[in-house]
């Protein structure tokens, strides 16, 4: 199990977590930070994994703002029976092949299940990026919200495409997926609050809580690392403009 807190790293060539060989593993409730102005960047990349058993990679957040070589979120290589539920992630890179979840070419895998994942890509990059030749079998991607800055939304064996549809009917994935901002804190601060994401997931029994250990919603849980209470969002008021000038009453009116 793998649960560091918050990590940052600004090195030419940045890993948050790199796992390679065999066995299962847990990667949960880390807040990655990859900074790096040049080269390589990527989150998580695993190259590992039980041809018996399952591994986890759940409620993490995951910020990649460098990598202009490669930028990617959630890399994976020869993975097998590998469940990746309810992380969020964000790229701001300018990389163009970038990818907040991205399957490296020439590996080969088997159950690959990518489920109530945030995927923002605010740089030139996409969601999810399938590269040409990659081995990896997907057994279910669904119920994840892509959403990017750039043309493309995602791409599979050097095909790209501009919306989810598209996506959808081209790769048979996302059928329940979305296309929302998710309303980020901030870059740094990965806590989502947008209407479009609550209830919008499908229950896990390998998940049952968030990464701030808040119980998921047994049957309709929030999309993404957080689960949160559309209660708690409150727009405010930040500004009085008419009239300019106003006296409280003492009239008081039913």
Same mark, same amino acid.
């Given at each position: 199990?793998?649960?560091?807190?918050? @990590?940052?790293?600004?090195?030419?060539?940045?890993?948050?977590?790199?796992?390679?060989?065999?066995?299962?593993?847990?990667?949960?409730?880390?807040?990655?930070?990859? =900074?790096?102005?040049?080269?390589?960047?990527?989150?998580?990349?695993?190259?590992?994994?039980?041809?018996?058993?399952?591994? @986890? +990679?759940?409620?993490?957040?995951?910020? +990649?703002?460098?990598?202009?070589?490669?930028?990617?979120?959630?890399? !994976?290589?020869? =993975?097998?029976?590998?469940?990746? !539920?309810?992380?969020?992630?964000?790229?701001?890179?300018? *990389?163009?092949?970038?990818?907040?979840?991205?399957?490296?070419?020439?590996? =080969?895998?088997?159950?690959? +299940?990518?489920?109530?994942?945030?995927?923002?890509?605010?740089?030139?990059?996409?969601?999810?990026?399938?590269?040409?030749?990659?081995?990896?079998?997907?057994?279910?991607?669904?119920? *994840?919200?892509?959403?990017?800055?750039?043309?493309?939304?995602?791409?599979?064996?050097?095909?790209?495409?501009?919306? @989810?549809?598209?996506?959808?009917?081209?790769?048979?994935? $996302?059928?329940?997926?979305?296309?929302?901002?998710?309303?980020?804190?901030?870059?740094?601060?990965?806590?989502?609050?947008?209407?479009?994401?609550?209830?919008?997931?499908?229950?896990?029994?390998?998940?049952?809580?968030?990464? $701030?250990?808040?119980?998921?919603?047994?049957? =309709?849980?929030?999309?993404?690392?957080?689960?949160?209470?559309?209660?708690?969002?409150?727009?405010?008021?930040?500004?009085?403009?008419?009239?300019?000038?106003?006296?409280?009453?003492?009239? +008081?009116?039913?």
């Amino acid at each position: 199990t793998i649960s560091m807190g918050s @990590l940052s790293s600004a090195h030419y060539l940045c890993y948050g977590i790199r796992l390679e060989g065999t066995g299962t593993y847990k990667i949960t409730r880390n807040k990655i930070a990859i =900074t790096a102005t040049s080269t390589t960047s990527r989150g998580i990349v695993l190259f590992s994994g039980s041809t018996t058993d399952s591994s @986890l +990679v759940a409620n993490n957040f995951l910020t +990649v703002t460098g990598g202009n070589t490669s930028s990617t979120g959630i890399t !994976l290589g020869g =993975t097998n029976n590998l469940y990746v !539920l309810y992380n969020n992630v964000l790229l701001t890179s300018a *990389n163009t092949t970038g990818g907040c979840f991205y399957i490296y070419s020439g590996y =080969t895998s088997s159950n690959a +299940v990518i489920l109530n994942n945030i995927l923002v890509n605010k740089g030139t990059g996409y969601s999810v990026n399938i590269a040409s030749g990659a081995g990896t079998k997907i057994s279910k991607e669904d119920y *994840n919200d892509l959403y990017v800055s750039g043309s493309n939304i995602a791409t599979i064996n050097g095909s790209n495409y501009t919306n @989810l549809k598209s996506w959808i009917t081209a790769s048979g994935y $996302d059928s329940n997926s979305v296309n929302k901002n998710p309303g980020f804190v901030s870059n740094s601060d990965l806590h989502e609050a947008s209407a479009g994401l609550y209830q919008k997931g499908t229950p896990h029994k390998f998940v049952i809580d968030d990464i $701030d250990y808040n119980s998921r919603n047994t049957k =309709t849980p929030c999309i993404g690392a957080v689960e949160f209470l559309l209660g708690n969002i409150d727009a405010g008021v930040t500004s009085l403009d008419s009239p300019a000038y106003y006296c409280p009453g003492s009239q +008081v009116f039913y």
